[in-house]
């Protein structure tokens, strides 16, 4: 697992945010934590408003240096290119992990295959692999599903999973994790990935790091320690130190209640050390 780390970059001076109303926008793989911390925090605070809503974390950063969003949720760190078109706009960014993901490998519940290693989900999702005979299941070819290239799930699975290389033509690409896991769970010849907090109706398949080692499975622990190969940290990005009620939402989420309803909600909680780190003084 990268090392989690909460990174200040200040390039200008902050924007503003209206007090009591701001917005969350970005990965659909933090949808569903973006709204959860929302409605938590919002019962506690009647006076602030937050809005949430996803199109990938690609989405979001655009959002973000075009100014249609306080708050942008991103499972990937920016490109190098993103990062040039904050500072030549003269955006501020402020970027912190709010916890951490694994990404799953979903197969159908009917799927009599165990386990696969990275070599085989490389050459699966780059087209070298096509029949589950190929990898201990039935003779017939595997059904690809996958995210939109906007996502940071496709992203971060195409660089740490596939090393880069394309996709292959065959995969199906679907607008969010919760298309692909509905799309695994009626395709007994699927195959698809995502965040480990969609797993439902769908099994997730330990992975190998390579075919000496041992197969580790999808867990908060696991992904904890760092034994989980498909792991990551999840991000929030904001123009400048975030301050008022950004700030306050942000210090909350890391908390020890935040991180209590991100775990609640099958998320991975940071270690109190990076917590710690995240806080806004």
Not at 240 to 259: C, H, I, M, R
Request: glycine share 10%; proline share 3%; with cysteine.
């Amino acid at each position: 697992m990268r090392t989690i780390v909460a990174t200040l970059l200040v390039l200008a001076v902050a924007g503003s945010v209206t007090a009591g109303t701001f917005t969350l926008k970005g990965s659909d793989t933090m949808v569903r934590l973006g709204q959860r911390w929302a409605e938590e925090y919002m019962k506690i605070h009647q006076d602030v408003t937050i809005q949430v809503s996803g199109g990938g974390s690609g989405t979001g950063i655009a959002a973000l240096l075009n100014g249609g969003t306080d708050i942008c949720q991103a499972s990937r760190d920016m490109k190098a290119q993103e990062y040039a078109t904050a500072e030549g706009k003269k955006i501020a960014l402020y970027r912190v992990a709010v916890a951490l993901d694994g990404i799953a490998v979903f197969v159908n519940e009917a799927c009599p295959v165990k386990e696969l290693s990275l070599e085989q989900l490389r050459g699966i999702y780059t087209g070298s692999i096509t029949n589950w005979k190929e990898v201990g299941g039935p003779a017939h070819v595997i059904v690809l599903y996958g995210r939109e290239n906007n996502s940071g799930t496709y992203a971060y699975f195409k660089e740490h999973v596939l090393k880069n290389e394309d996709y292959a033509e065959a995969t199906q690409t679907l607008p969010g994790t919760a298309s692909v896991v509905s799309a695994v769970a009626n395709d007994k010849f699927g195959i698809g990935y995502g965040g480990i907090a969609w797993d439902k109706g769908v099994r997730s398949l330990p992975i190998k790091n390579d075919d000496k080692s041992d197969a580790i499975e999808p867990t908060m622990d696991n992904i904890v320690k760092g034994s989980y190969p498909i792991a990551r940290e999840l991000y929030w990005f904001v123009n400048g130190t975030p301050t008022g009620d950004v700030k306050a939402f942000l210090n909350w989420a890391l908390s020890e209640e935040g991180q209590k309803i991100a775990e609640l909600v099958d998320y991975v909680p940071l270690p109190k050390d990076k917590v710690a780190a995240g806080m806004v003084k």
